[in-house]
């Protein structure tokens, strides 16, 4: 008799139970909306933050579905009973990413989640709101959700939201902000990033250094005594410059840039001091070798020793003088273009550095440099004035990342030169509205 009471009382407690659960926390981060925002529609980062991490530090992720947005998938398997087997899939990310600009005030996106806990229907949602004066900040309310139905066991579970459910979003939440403090704080709403398959090319290059004080004007009058070093070089070996200039980016500094200048040619081999060599990719600067502390860097200088035929520490082929020859390229790099004069160009490589953080695609631009190719030169009239500014295609190596970015995948056009006038040195490149269809890759 106790024990039917006992009982009675039990599934009456059950019935009374709510039939789903609701959790939520917030918290403010110092980081544009649209950076987060992008953040929370990939998985690509999901291990840095996770609290499943910190239970099992040899868990594997499994990716699947698209890599962006709606349809993007992530699965885990642990032996370890806290994290067991589970998955999210994006539910809904709305506005579109491409409307996450300074006009959106909220966006909202929602994960669904199949793991072991009691319930169904189980949801994450992550509200995002602009906070701040210069609404520079973005509140991230992170709520869990469940349905429990008529299942009298999984209401009791009801009991136990404020476990596991609320673990995994406390940590989260403070982990995300960590996350969130390695970006660079620079908006790329107006970049319109692509992902190009890169072919290994051999080119010639000079290293080279100036200083930022002298401006654009400094850059222009290095790189063009460079480019005149180069061609006088590849006449002598008989190869034939086959593109346009580019600077590989080593180190900006604050009171320095460090650079290697470069021009592709049309050949893998060449013949230095009556010898053919096979030309070779560089190899990873040594542990201590990379630039200087900024404001610190100078040229590299070669040891006096070196001479043609030699290779430098980087495994670079010692050509002539200063000219070096090696292997560029070569793999997936993230592009963005700057219609405008080379001032924007560093405020690119920033915006890129950012996009490929909040995206999930790694890179190392000590290893793999940055660069630049000068795709369109400015064009002057007889006073000097310009009037039709340069075309600067910018690259970050990367590894870890899709076929496509999401502007891609979208069909959203890169930038072109219909704008009239040069852009300000700060200013962000042109609309994608204004932009024509993409060169392939």
């Known amino acids: 008799m106790a024990l039917a009471i006992v009982v009675g009382i039990g599934v009456l407690a059950a019935v009374v139970m709510p039939g789903s659960g609701h959790i939520e926390r917030s918290l403010v981060v110092g980081k544009d909306m649209r950076q987060v925002y992008d953040v929370l529609s990939n998985f690509r980062r999901l291990p840095e933050f996770s609290v499943l991490n910190s239970y099992d530090p040899q868990l594997k992720y499994s990716y699947s579905g698209k890599a962006f947005g709606p349809g993007a998938e992530v699965s885990w398997s642990s032996s370890d009973p806290r994290v067991g087997n589970g998955s999210l899939t994006i539910d809904s990310a709305t506005p579109d990413f491409n409307k996450v600009d300074g006009t959106a005030k909220t966006a909202k996106i929602v994960w669904d989640l199949d793991n072991g806990w009691k319930g169904y229907d189980k949801t994450f949602t992550l509200d995002l709101e602009r906070q701040g004066s210069r609404n520079q900040l973005t509140n991230v309310t992170w709520s869990y959700d469940v349905k429990y139905g008529w299942n009298l066991v999984n209401r009791f579970a009801n009991l136990y939201i404020h476990g596991d459910p609320d673990s995994f979003i406390e940590f989260g939440l403070n982990n995300l902000q960590n996350v969130l403090a390695s970006v660079p704080n620079v908006s790329y709403g107006d970049l319109i990033p692509y992902i190009r398959q890169t072919e290994q090319t051999p080119v010639l290059l000079v290293p080279a250094s100036i200083q930022r004080k002298d401006g654009i ?19 002598k070996l008989g190869v034939n410059v086959t593109g346009p200039r580019i600077i590989f980016t080593t180190n900006y500094g604050d009171t320095t840039y460090t650079f290697d200048v470069a021009m592709p040619i049309d050949s893998s081999t060449v013949n230095v001091n009556g010898q053919t060599q096979q030309l070779t990719t560089p190899t990873p600067p040594a542990l201590g070798s990379a630039p200087a502390d900024a404001g610190t860097a100078a040229a590299p200088a070669e040891a006096a020793t070196l001479k043609p035929g ?7 082929l010692v050509v002539d003088g200063d000219v070096r020859a090696t292997l560029a390229f070569g793999g997936p790099a993230l592009e963005g273009v700057w ?39 400015e064009v002057k009239d007889a006073q000097g004035n310009i009037t039709s500014y340069a075309e600067f295609d910018v690259y970050l190596p990367i590894t870890n990342a899709p076929e496509q970015t999401p502007e891609q995948a979208a069909g959203i056009k890169q930038p072109t030169l219909e704008v009239e006038g040069p852009a300000a040195a700060g200013s962000a490149p042109a609309p994608a509205s204004t932009a024509a269809d993409p060169a392939s890759s």
């Open 339 to 377: 219609n405008g004069t080379a001032a924007g160009v560093p405020q690119t490589r920033d915006m890129l550095k950012a996009y490929a953080l909040t995206h999930g695609y790694k890179f190392d631009d000590v290893v793999n440099r940055m660069y630049d190719i000068l795709a369109k030169p």
């Open 217 to 235: 004007e400094g850059l222009a009058d290095t790189v063009d005594k460079a480019v005149a070093q180069i061609q006088a070089t590849a006449k």
């Open 310 to 316: 030699d290779h430098d520490k980087f495994g670079r």
